[in-house]
T-cell receptor
Framework: GQNIDQPTEMTATEGAIVQINCTYQ??????LFWYQQHAGEAPTFLSYNVLDGLEEKGRFSSFLSRSKGYSYLLLKELQMKDSASYLCAVRSGWGAGTKLIIKP | DVKVTQSSRYLVKRTGEKVFLECVQD?????MFWYRQDPGLGLRLIYF???????EKGDIPEGYSVSREKKERFSLILESASTNQTSMYLC????????????FGPGTRLTVL
């Protein structure tokens, strides 16, 4: 969606931490979603933020600032299986996704 | 576990053909969605339905129609396929609040020659 911006591609090392940013513009904010999509597969839900702050779920955390129209997905202790695209979504649509490449 | 299935993983059609893509979900979800996904453009909403026989246009409905005769089934119809409709088509479903988590089917890769 043209109102949602994410980096196209990021590279990180196995075992490290990576932060994927998402900025958005939308009217009537109802929350922000992050989905993971492995190549050739369907997107699967990761997280949902509707209030400001950090939501932690195991190795993955998601942060939201409504006033700044900004979110990030934080992935810790990266594993090779985390190589995938990460999609940010709000009411106005979906970001194009960030392809995350994990190197040994 | 929620299961969303789509009628085909891969489909090849010719320009001008009528194409039916079917989606079935088994979790009694009220909402169902059809998206297309193209490189660099992300997911774009074609149509969604919040109840049987109800439908709403999404961002790119032109050239498509939908049908929802039963709660579990949502069909996408390309009345006259064109080459610019070559894409990955994803179906999803969710509970009644549209901004609930969506569960996706495996997708149909449609090629129009």
């Amino acid at each position: 969606g043209q109102n949602i911006d994410q980096p196209t591609e990021m590279t990180a090392t196995e075992g490290a931490i990576v932060q994927i940013n998402c900025t958005y513009q939308t009217s009537g904010f109802n929350g922000l979603f992050w989905y993971q999509q492995h190549a050739g597969e369907a997107p699967t839900f990761l997280s949902y933020n509707v209030l400001d702050g950090l939501e932690e779920k195991g190795r993955f955390s998601s942060f939201l600032s409504r006033s700044k129209g900004y979110s990030y997905l934080l992935l810790k202790e990266l594993q090779m299986k985390d190589s995938a695209s990460y999609l940010c979504a709000v009411r106005s649509g979906w970001g194009a996704g960030t392809k995350l490449i994990i190197k040994p | 576990d929620v299961k969303v299935t789509q009628s085909s993983r891969y489909l090849v059609k010719r320009t001008g053909e009528k194409v039916f893509l079917e989606c079935v979900q088994d979790m009694d979800h009220e909402n169902m969605f059809w998206y297309r996904q193209d490189p660099g453009l992300g997911l774009r909403l074609i149509y969604f339905s919040y109840d049987v026989k109800m439908k709403e246009k999404g961002d790119i409905p032109e050239g498509y129609s939908v049908s929802r005769e039963k709660k579990e089934r949502f069909s996408l119809i390309l009345e006259s396929a064109s080459t610019n409709q070559t894409s990955m088509y994803l179906c999803a479903s969710s509970f009644v609040r549209i901004y609930n988590e969506q569960f996706f089917g495996p997708g149909t890769r449609l090629t129009v020659l």
